[in-house]
């Protein structure tokens, strides 16, 4: 019975990370570029009362062993890189990636994060950067007097200059992809960075071996679904609900074995 109340509890302290990864995935419903967390969970260390093939009664071998579980523990939380949904906004300079890759942004420490947020504005510099101001790499420069930019599914950024009928090129677009993405480092701010789990960048053109085109004037926002949310969400809780029970239960048990006698 007093393994019964820690196995429960374990039971209970699963469940309430389980449901802090949900809240944090339904509040990023309309974040740009957001892929949702699952957590992953593993059963504890078993105790073993009987092995299996030991001799009873008679000599006979038993077939089968007795185990008692003590619960479970925290394995992961892994982000999930499907495609999220477009949201069409008519912006330039917001660029949607249908397929694998990441946009590369350059720290302030001049290290290298990684992002599906495409939502980019021009510095005062002329210079494509996020919304915290990190830039775009490669460097893509955009003249101060530019009246239309222009990218092309193959990451190619052309702008109308005044007085010109034909476009010109001033960049293309670079993205990257990993072997183990589920394996990045979500630092906030959209930001991935690197690790050995993930590998190292293999960097690559839009459209070109196995590298995600570029959509103009869209948006991927998050691939959470909120109906599956809060079905989890339901289910976490009863789940909770239960092992509370157990502990409950187990609870009332050991009072009436201390009843006894009395």
Known sequence: MIRALRTSATGMKAQEIRVDVIANNLANVNTAGFKKTQAQFQDLLYQTLRPAGVAEFQGQVVPTEIQVGHGVRLASTQKVFTQGNMQKTQNDLDWAIVGDGFFQIQQPDGTFAYTRDGNFEISQDGILVTTDGLALQPQIT????AMKVSVASDGNVDVLLPGQVQP???GRIELARFINPAGLRNVGNNLFIETVSSNTPILGNPGENEFGQIEQ????ISNVSVVDELVDLITAQRIYELNSRGISISDNMLQ????IGR
């Open 142 to 145: 955009i003249p101060q007097t």
């Open 256 to 259: 009436t074995a201390s009843n």
């Open 168 to 170: 010109q090129n001033v």
């Open 217 to 220: 004037g869209y948006l991927e």
